[in-house]
């Protein structure tokens, strides 16, 4: 026997009851002469019958997944047994409430033949209705779930598409510039290996897991910094805050590297004198807020380059309208990008 979900067999049962008492209404609205009581009756006791017999004996049955209904002639046999039966049941106690609450008054008209056609006709077609309607529902609700798992593993490929790109592209400008180094400065270009080094193992832990702790994901962003550093000498400034409370915060790993290194390239980089990079977090109105500002060329100069695309994908995938990305003017000079998620309640 498989398990019950009774919240389900519950919900079924209030529909099915709604639908009897539609049933007694548009039975009175053609046969104004008869009793509206007794019509309810009826229409309310082979209605909850057949529920009853379908609804909770098809889980003595083994179901098909995609309906949660008995497979085959199984099912067929079991809505047959169920309208035969509930008709039956319903009838038998139908005419003893009938009777005790005097709902058909000595003398009132009545044809035998013609009750009992109208009363088999409607228990069949209700029936058959009825049963078509939940079976119909359950399999939209095993279809929308199967639809939500294939869209769910459809981002995670997404995700590791777009980090796969990402990944390459800050490789081969990284090694490009150590190359540069290497023929004018062998300390600084073995310092700058050593950084990558350092940020090579932590997006190698990074990779291992969707997400990690904030903490984490600023520590990558330092040795990515300290990478930049060795090549732009005192020309960058940087400066990370990570409040202790937003430390073990689950984040997606790579999250803030792309952004901070659209604002070196296009923000700090093109000045002569060079630039301030400070990226900080903070909680705001239930959100985890993760800021990274410059005092560079502004958003006039500095359009968002291929790693924040990649990043504003990744927001959506992961959290849809919920998570925000803004570029922006920073007062006194310079840009902002706030990245806002949700955070964990």
């Known amino acids: 026997m498989a398990p019950v979900d009774w919240i389900a067999r519950l919900r079924h049962g209030l529909q099915t009851l709604a639908f009897c008492l539609a049933i007694a209404t548009l039975q009175q609205a053609f046969q104004p002469d008869r009793a509206y009581g ?12 057949i529920w009853a017999i379908i609804d909770l ?31 039956g049941l319903g009838n038998g106690i139908g005419n003893r409430l009938c009777e005790l609450w005097q ?3 000595a003398g009132a008209p009545v044809d035998p033949d013609a009750d009992l056609r109208s009363s088999v006709l409607i228990t069949v077609l209700g029936g058959i209705a009825g049963s078509y ?9 095993y ?22 790109q990402l990944e390459p592209h800050m490789l081969f400008n990284t090694l490009a510039n150590l190359r540069a180094l290497i023929a004018v400065d062998a300390p600084r270009a073995q310092a700058m290996l050593d950084h990558m080094i350092a940020f090579l193992r932590s997006t190698l832990d990074g990779s291992r897991s969707a997400t990690h702790a904030l903490e984490a994901e600023f520590a990558r962003t330092a040795d990515y910094l300290a990478l930049i550093a060795v090549r732009m000498g005192p020309r960058l ?3 990370l805050t990570l409040p202790s409370e937003l430390a073990a915060v689950p984040v997606p790993a790579l999250l803030l590297q792309p952004v901070v290194e659209n604002s070196i390239r296009h923000g700090v980089e093109p000045q002569v004198g060079g630039g301030r990079i400070e990226v ?4 705001e109105d239930g959100m985890l807020v993760l800021a990274v500002a410059d005092d560079g060329v502004g958003p006039g100069e500095a359009a968002p380059g291929f790693g924040t695309a990649q990043v504003r994908e990744r927001l959506q995938a992961l ?24 955070l964990a309640p």
Do not use: C, H, Q
Not at 38 to 49: D, E, K, Q
């Open 38 to 49: 007794r019509t309810l009756v009826y229409s309310v006791l082979i209605g909850m019958s």
């Open 57 to 87: 004996g098809r889980s003595f049955f083994p179901s098909a997944a995609e309906t949660g209904w008995p497979r085959g002639v199984w099912g067929l046999g079991l809505v047959g047994a169920g309208i035969v039966g509930g008709w």
């Open 319 to 342: 959290y849809g309208g919920a998570a925000r990305y803004d570029f922006s003017a920073r007062p006194g000079g310079g840009a902002l990008t706030e990245i806002r998620i949700p």
């Open 237 to 239: 400034a940087t400066s």
């Open 280 to 283: 900080s977090a903070r909680a």
């Open 103 to 105: 709902l058909l008054p």
């Open 143 to 164: 279809l929308e779930r199967k639809m939500g798992e294939a869209r769910r593993l459809a981002d995670e490929a997404r995700l590791k598409l777009l980090e796969s």
């Open 133 to 141: 309607y939940f079976y119909s529902a359950n399999r939209s609700a």
